[in-house]
């Protein structure tokens, strides 16, 4: 028994022994007939090593699974995958025989090959193939050569050390099937590759020489990123750059997990992001960080899980784009259907190529299907190309027509302008005749009339005048090529300090903070004074123009310290800086870059603040270049601008006392001066109030005193202004300029008019506008009146006379009967009439005084007070609408109330006459009979 027993454990040992072996090393027979390429992986058992430091004595104790598949997978870990397999030699010759492993990108394989003992193991390493391959640019597969006598078995362990995640298969070659396969593999892929290279170079050579546009050129950087991801995945790029295998693994990575980035770039710049969503913008922001982010990692820390980031960003970034580019192409937007294919191939190639190292579909013929569609891009591209070629050419025609349209626009344009530029001279040196002719009188008239005020605004719009037009012949003679710089020897500090100074009373005037400073007390040289002049007189009165009252003005102006050596060996070449500086309105960041153009307005709406032709500062640009110096403005609106020029010249010597005085150009400076205060009125209380509305305080002097003796003067500078006096005076006409600062003429006309308190008031627009649709816009708004400028003196007046009589007759309206009639109120509800304000306004007064009918405590400042109006304003609406005081329309409409009830007979005189309000019955009988011509008692019997 117990030697049975003994026997049955040694059986099972024997047994255990070979079905363990059994599952190691499963054995490949090679028979005499054999073909190759062999495919052995599904022959083979793997075991992880997930400590990555189990040699192989340790391994082979280990249990291996049988693999089941025609290919082998690893996940992206730091794991090492041990492949175990037997091969025996069944034919009776000997094999020279080649072991492939299918995938260039592994990172380590040690091979171990045992020896004929089976015992002892022959071991072999090899890293990422780089210095030791056969051709540049044809990938190279691992191998190990292993030779097998006849009915020879060995084992075989491979050590895979790849912390990037790939498939592979392990192919077993002769000799002759290796060279063969080899010879094949390096035709296509060389003829893959000089189809790669010859499309690079024919998209450089197009996108340089041929096709210029952004487009095209966008895609050739595509087409680099593609051919880089490829090199890459077949290990050529790390070759290429190093021999080193750990730098080699990290280029390959950073060629074939960028292919997005250029696809990236394209969008960005090719589709228009802001008609889908600015999120969609931030995310292909966000894939290019992220690949950038990715790759920096990846570079400095080699490790698997950035590995595998990258490539789930290459897919995800796919994805994506995928759908972008054909959202686009389903909407119409602006990417091209020729470029839009081509990209859509390569992203569903690259998807395909990466998505089985995902883990998460296992299917491993992706990979072919994927270098299908890679070729296939290739050459729908080179069909898609002629017709880019085609479609670039149209464009090329099309925009060189569109330059001799506009080259022809333009010489047009020029044309237009020297015509315009012509005109204006022209009329320019016309104008200066008549002018002599009216400033001379005028300034004698001025002389012997010294107290006519008049007299002075003539003057002052005359020299205002003559200045526009010697800006205008400045500019033509710039235009001419005619204005030439006139230097002459001067201290330029003492004609700043004069020049500057003769602001001085302007600024008093203006309650304006006016500086000066200077850094050097004297300085000679030579300058061109009179553009100087211009110049600094026109940056000036821009900042007196917009600087508020209270506000403040600085100038500084420095000399450099040190000179700039001129071509002359004698002359110093010196900078003059001029600073000027003010709080004022300040200028818009957009309309900086025009406001030296010729007669552009920074305000050029109807309600600008400040008059102005566009043409000092255009002038002084142009003064400045001709000078040779710069000009810079910098503004901020509500905060003030600075003018900063700076002008050459050349320094001048002076060993002697160098006394001058220099006279400024009052012209330049005489519209500045102060008008005269608005008239006073000395007319009568009971005289018709007129308002006048005018910006310009000549202008509205000159209105002023045309009325000064007719009416009871009231005066605004803009339609704001206008507004609330029209209110708080109830004048009888309003005359108001259309073109003012705050509420022009049309918005003032509209409040007016839509205001119960003073829409019966007529008013009088008058403008430099006068074309019909200008005069149907005020007519529109509500102007009762439309004159054009410059207007006649006797046309005003009796347009004014015209309108207040025709006020009289609308005012017997309600004079004649305060309280309608039942026949007209039929009629009225028949012909079915839009109230007026003013009609409105009366009947809101009489529901107010059919509230208090029969109090006879209620008065004047109780009817004010309802209608939500004081005592004057009421007094005044209801005297120009019925020509009544308040008292007077209280008592007439209460006499015609009782007129209607006595007409019923139902009560009598006195019981009438409490209802109405009067408390003195003799009172009412008076009042009656003067209204009615009969007694109330007669009135009652008819």
Known sequence: MIKSAFLNRIYFVILFSAVSNQIHAQS????EDQKYPYNLTNFVSVFKDSTANLSLSEVQKQIFTKNKKEYLSFPFSNAVYWIEFKIKNNSTQKQELFLQWTNPLVEQLDFYISNSSQKEYIHKIQKTITSEREKILIDEYPKFAITLEPNQSKNVFIKVSSKRGHFAMIRLYSQQTYYRSRIDNCTTQGLLNGLIIFRLFLIFTLSFFVIRELDFRLYSVIVVFKTLAYWGYTNIAGPLCTNNPELAIKINFLCYSNFTTGVAIFLLYVVDIKQISSMMKRCILISIFVSLFLNIMTFFDYQWYWLKGGIYNVILSCIFFLVLIIYCLYKKMLIDIYYAIPIILGLIGTTLLYFPL?????????????YAIFINEIIVFIFFLGRIIKKSEQKKVFSEKQLQLKQLQNKQLKELNDLKTRFFTNISHEFRTPLTLLISPVDDLQKKYPSESILKIMQRNLSRLQNLINQILEISKLEAGEMGIQREEADVVLFLQQLIGSFESLAQDKSIVFNLSINKRTEFGYFDLDKLEKVIVNVLSNAFKFTPINGRISVQILFDTFGIPSISKHKTEHSLEIIIEDSGIGIAQERLPYIFNRFYQIDDSSQRLHEGTGIGLALVKELVDVLKGTIKVESQLNIGTRFSLNLPYEHLDVSTNYV?????NDSLLNFFEKSKADLESQNSNNAEIMLIIEDNPDLRFYIASIFENQYQLIMAADGEEGLIKAIEFVPDIIISDLMMPKLDGLGFCYKLKNDERISHIPVIVLTAKATIDDKLAGLKQGADDYLSKPFNKEELVLRVVNLIQQRQVLREKYTTKTIASTAEKALETTIIIEPSLDDLF???????????????????????QEMKLSAIQLRRKLKAITNQNSTEFVRNYRIEKASEMLRKGDKTVSQVAYEVGFESLPYFSKVFQKKFGKT???????
């Open 28 to 31: 490949i027979n090679l028979k």
């Open 358 to 370: 995902t883990g998460w579909i296992d299917y491993f013929p992706f990979y072919g299907l994927s």
């Open 660 to 664: 001058h005085n220099y006279k400024v």
């Open 842 to 864: 009366i009947e809101k007064a009489k529901l107010i005084i059919d509230k208090y009918l029969d109090k006879s405590e209620f008065d004047v400042e109780t009817f004010a």
């Open 936 to 942: 109330a008692s007669e009135w009652r019997w008819l």
